[in-house]
């Protein structure tokens, strides 16, 4: 049986930043959302990660350039790709797909354990 999910409905049961929520999983993966606000760490990861902008607009910082995520705006960043989220204009809601306990930040000591949302 499909498992819908209300992003709406999702994002408005949390308002802490930078913390991710899981609220799907799908082969290995866990479909994270998460709510951003000002800059992140710069960082990498060991795997590809995926950013869907819900809400809001947000860039992402990579050393040789920035992208601009507007609602309905996807980006593919590729492992080991060094980047910085970084919400200048106020609250953003994003959708991130990452392989099953990945760490946010690339790193499982300064990471922000993602729970169920």
């Known amino acids: 049986m499909p498992a819908k999910v209300t992003l709406a409905q999702k994002f408005a ?6 913390a991710p929520r899981i609220v ?22 060991t795997h590809d990660e995926l950013f869907l902008c819900v809400d809001g607009e947000l860039d992402i910082l990579f050393r040789d350039r920035t992208e601009t995520l507007l609602p309905g705006d996807l980006l593919l960043i590729e492992a080991g790709e060094e980047h910085k989220p970084f919400a200048r204009k106020g609250e953003v809601q994003v959708l ?10 690339g790193d499982e000591a300064t990471a922000t354990k993602a729970v169920e949302a």
């Open 13 to 18: 049961g949390f308002s802490d930043h930078w």
């Open 24 to 45: 799907a999983r799908y082969e290995g993966h866990e479909v994270r959302i998460a709510k951003l606000e000002g800059e992140f760490d710069w960082h990498s990861h």
């Open 96 to 105: 991130l797909l990452d392989p099953e306990n990945a760490p946010n930040t």
